[in-house]
């Protein structure tokens, strides 16, 4: 099994800033893609960033030019720095990761627990 954990979310002021982390642990043999999904009061989730193993990236044209992924392969890790934050920004925000994991290399696709962020006005 692989667990997700996140962390970093809060309150903060329109245009500050947050981190998000997100570690995987468990019996992990290759994460392959790893990214951010928020889902905000009465609307679908939706795709933040994501990042590939070997460093594509890909960002909602939202948070383009005020977010910006990464990640720490040799910990499992991946970051969501958010800055210029908005209210539109506010949600409960979401890791997932994808490889595979065990001895039998099982394929896993997971999501972390989730972290609110609010953006206050």
């Known amino acids: 099994q692989v667990q997700l954990v996140e962390s970093g979310g809060g309150l903060v002021q329109v245009g500050g800033s947050l981190r998000l982390s997100c570690a995987a642990s468990?019996?992990?043999?290759?994460?392959?893609?790893m990214g951010w999904y928020r889902q905000a009061p009465g609307k679908q989730r939706e795709l933040v960033a994501s990042?590939?193993?070997?460093?594509?990236?890909n960002y909602a044209d939202s948070v383009k030019g005020r977010f910006t992924i990464s990640r720490d392969n040799a910990k499992n890790t991946v970051y969501l720095q958010m800055n210029s934050l908005k209210p539109e920004d506010t949600a409960v925000y979401y890791c997932?990761?994808?490889?595979?994991?065990?001895?039998?290399?099982?394929?896993?696709?997971?999501w972390g627990q989730g972290t609110q962020v609010t953006v206050s006005s």
């Open positions: 997932n990761a994808e490889g595979y994991y065990g001895g039998w290399r099982t394929n896993f696709n997971g």
């Open positions: 468990g019996s992990i043999f290759r994460i392959n893609n």
């Open positions: 990042i590939s193993s070997g460093g594509r990236i």
